[in-house]
Nanobody, 116 residues
């Protein structure tokens, strides 16, 4: 059974930082690219970042809106993928989802709210 469990969301002031984590199980984690998406109220779910699998060296790709502020990383021993978010803005507020592109798996999401 595939399970993706996100954690680390919360309320943070503009300019602050949060670190999200996604714990994965039920598939061979190291063989799969992993992604983060987000969805704000009334908006479509949008791509945030992706990291390739171990065979392709963990290459990273980011949405332009988060480039230079967010960092995606993975631990192929712990089967986790993290999203370090710095210099957060109000427009980063959304539910953040962990995603396995190849299989179409999604986590349940974790809420991030950036507000003073």
């Amino acid at each position: 059974q595939v399970l993706l469990v996100e954690s680390g969301g919360g309320l943070v002031q503009p300019g602050g930082s949060l670190r999200l984590s996604c714990a994965a199980s039920g598939f061979t984690f190291r063989n799969q690219a992993m992604s983060w998406f987000r969805q704000a109220p009334g908006k479509q779910r949008e791509f945030v970042a992706t990291i390739s699998n171990i065979d392709t060296g963990g290459r990273t790709t980011y949405a332009d809106s988060v480039k230079g502020r967010f960092t995606i990383s993975r631990d192929n021993v712990k089967n986790t993928v993290d999203l370090q978010m710095n210099s957060l803005k109000a427009e980063d507020s959304a539910v953040y989802f962990c995603h396995v592109p190849h299989y179409g798996y999604w986590g349940q999401g974790t809420q991030v709210t950036v507000s003073s």
